[in-house]
């Protein structure tokens, strides 16, 4: 893969109340020229990877709870920043970048 076969994804995603408390649903990754990172996170990824990253933040994230919006929003946003961290050093060890 090279870094022409990727865009700049604007990922969101809802916080819905339950009885146990707030979860995290509907992740969705919108193809986008000028990044908000005030109201979700945006990552640089091939499509594979873009819906591939989706499926895994509905698994992770869809048994989880929190008690307020703010933990929510950060624990998603801490998740795929750590997680673009990993993608980007396993690109340069196999020296894909």
């Known amino acids: 893969m090279s870094a022409g076969d990727e865009m700049i994804y604007q990922l969101s995603w809802k916080i819905l109340p339950g009885l146990r408390g707030l979860s995290c649903s509907e ?6 020229a000028t990044p908000d990172h005030e109201q979700g996170v945006a990552v640089e990824l091939a499509e594979a990877e873009r819906d591939a990253l989706l499926r895994q933040l509905e698994e992770h994230f869809g048994p989880l709870r929190y008690s307020n919006n703010a933990g929510a929003f950060e624990a998603v946003k801490t998740y795929v920043l750590e997680w673009t961290a990993w993608r980007a050093r396993n690109l340069l060890e196999r020296g894909l970048t």
């Not at 992740?27 to 986008?32: D, E, K």
């Open 27 to 32: 992740f969705r990754a919108v193809a986008t």
